[in-house]
């Protein structure tokens, strides 16, 4: 495994632990430290997704891309896009987001463990 998976893995767990049971603030707050994580493990200025071969991962980003995707969205209160966000999940798009941390997470830390 390259270094900056060890990077992904290490932001993968911050938004896991922004997500963990049981919150101490806002769910909406949690989240959104989750997507920052996100952004800065996954999309911002690398393109992980094309290092990879397996189907999963891919998948598991993808979802999580367009999950914390904020393109548009209009904040007059100034409470951040991702908060916004945030508040508009359904609880099955909150599932589907944490599964797929939660999974990429654990395949990233497969991989550097087999390589180790």
């Not at 632990?17 to 493990?41: K, N, S």
């Not at 094309?50 to 367009?66: A, F, H, N, S, V």
């Not at 896009?81 to 359904?90: D, Q, V």
């Not at 609880?91 to 390589?115: G, H, I, M, P, Q």
Request: hydrophobic share 35%; net charge neutral; with cysteine.
């Amino acid at each position: 495994m390259t270094h900056h998976f060890s990077y992904q893995l290490e932001k993968l767990n911050q938004a896991r632990r922004a997500l963990m049971l049981p919150l101490v603030a806002d769910e909406a707050e949690h989240f959104a430290l989750a997507f920052d994580a996100c952004w800065l493990g996954l999309g911002r200025d690398r393109d992980v997704r094309k290092e990879l071969t397996e189907q999963d991962p891919k998948r598991w980003i993808d979802l999580m891309l367009k999950t914390i995707d904020t393109d548009g969205m209009k904040d007059p209160d100034q409470k951040g896009t991702y908060f916004l966000k945030a508040t508009r999940m359904t609880t099955e798009e909150k599932r589907e987001f944490c599964d797929a941390v939660d999974n990429l997470a654990n395949w990233f830390a497969r991989k550097r463990s087999n390589t180790s």
